[in-house]
């Protein structure tokens, strides 16, 4: 790896650190790329070469998570609860970003991205259905997650995949789903 890369990928860690650590104090909403810099130690030049605003460093950053968990849960041959388990070890692994994203000094945009992305991962398991199913789980599923961080992680990732996938039976039985 060369000397660059390194610089780059140290400069992204920087800058996510700083934004989240930001959001815990400020809020999203108050959140400036000149505060997000000065915290990181990092030129603003360095931070407009890599992105156009604080919302693209946020969509980046949530970009790469959700690679992550793509990559951790995938469709594989695992039962859905061990992909359910999994996906909530990865959010007990980032539980800082996600808290501040997602709670309520967080952004609404970003909450509504994550909606979005898990309907998008969701949709596919209800062929032959509208939206709504897929909708409802993931805002479901959000709502779980912010719930479980908010509250300072009560339960491991299996005790919070199975209560909320008891939830989710509910949700697909109710709405025809299979």
Known sequence: ????DLRVR???????????DLIEERGFDKVTVGAITERAMVSRAA???GYRDKYQLVEQVFDEAMAEVRGTIGDDERPTMARWVA??????????????LLGRRG???????????????????????DDLLPAVLSGMFAETITWWLDHDRPGTPQEIA????????????AGGGR
Request: charged share 20%.
């Open 1 to 4: 790896m060369s000397q660059s």
């Open 10 to 20: 140290r400069t992204r860690r920087l800058l996510r650190e700083a934004l989240v």
């Open 47 to 49: 931070f407009y070469r």
């Open 87 to 100: 996906f909530f070890e990865h959010i007990d692994a980032y539980h800082r970003l996600y808290g501040a």
């Open 107 to 129: 952004s609404a945009w970003f909450a509504a991205r994550m909606r979005s992305s898990l309907a998008e991962m969701v949709a596919p398991h209800f062929p032959g259905q």
């Open 162 to 173: 199975e209560r909320s996938a008891g939830l989710a039976y509910a949700l697909i039985t």
